[in-house]
């Protein structure tokens, strides 16, 4: 594909006497390479099995604790031969800045967040008097397999739920890993610990 640039000729004087803006009327084709710059394509993978990042599914050097395409980090800096995924009875914690509150997940129990007492008993409490967030928010799960999820409540929450800077639509799971960053509504947020790192 080409892209058309104006040739002013070595024109391009808007103030001409003889009531022209200085440019003709021929467009020079360029090549869109010279546009944009080439397309760069991701190195290829030089074995063909191995431990893959949870991020990008690269291939990893063995003993890898973030991976060297696309910085994700690799479950509990193992070499991510687990595929990101939380080793069997390793803690998961989220931890409330705001709140001096630390919260475990435990597999096979979703860690229900929001003001919803008879819902969400180990967060309501700490919750109640924050009107921004719902009182159904959303949940957090550690499937049987180690990987970890948050989903915001199916019939969704005023203020919204967030993962880093992507806001989470209504049911939808969102794959969590150690350092992800979830917020509940514009006030509450807390840091996902994965392997017992604790809070940085």
Not at 33 to 51: I, K, Q
């Amino acid at each position: 594909m080409t892209t058309p640039l104006r040739d002013d000729g070595g024109g391009g004087d808007p103030d001409r006497r003889d009531g022209s803006d200085g440019w003709d009327d021929d467009w020079v084709t360029v090549p869109e390479e010279e546009v944009r710059g080439p397309v760069l394509s991701p190195p290829p993978d030089t074995a063909g099995s191995g431990p893959r990042c949870p991020g990008c599914a690269a291939l990893l050097p063995s003993g890898t604790s973030r991976c060297p395409r696309c910085l994700a980090p690799v479950g509990g800096g193992n070499g991510g031969g687990d595929g990101g995924a939380v080793p069997a009875g390793a803690p998961v914690v989220l931890h409330f800045d705001t709140l001096a509150l630390s919260l475990p997940v435990r597999p096979g129990e979703p860690l229900r967040l929001g003001r919803d007492a008879g819902w969400a008993p180990a967060s309501a409490g700490a919750l109640e008097d924050l009107s921004t967030v719902s009182r159904r928010h959303a949940s957090v799960t550690v499937d049987p397999d180690g990987t970890v999820w948050v989903a915001e409540e199916t019939d969704g929450t005023l203020n919204g739920t967030w993962v880093n800077d992507g806001h989470l639509l209504p049911g939808e799971r969102h794959r969590l890993r150690d350092g992800d960053r979830v917020r509940l509504g514009l006030r509450v947020g807390c840091t996902v610990r994965i392997a017992g790192d604790g809070p940085r």
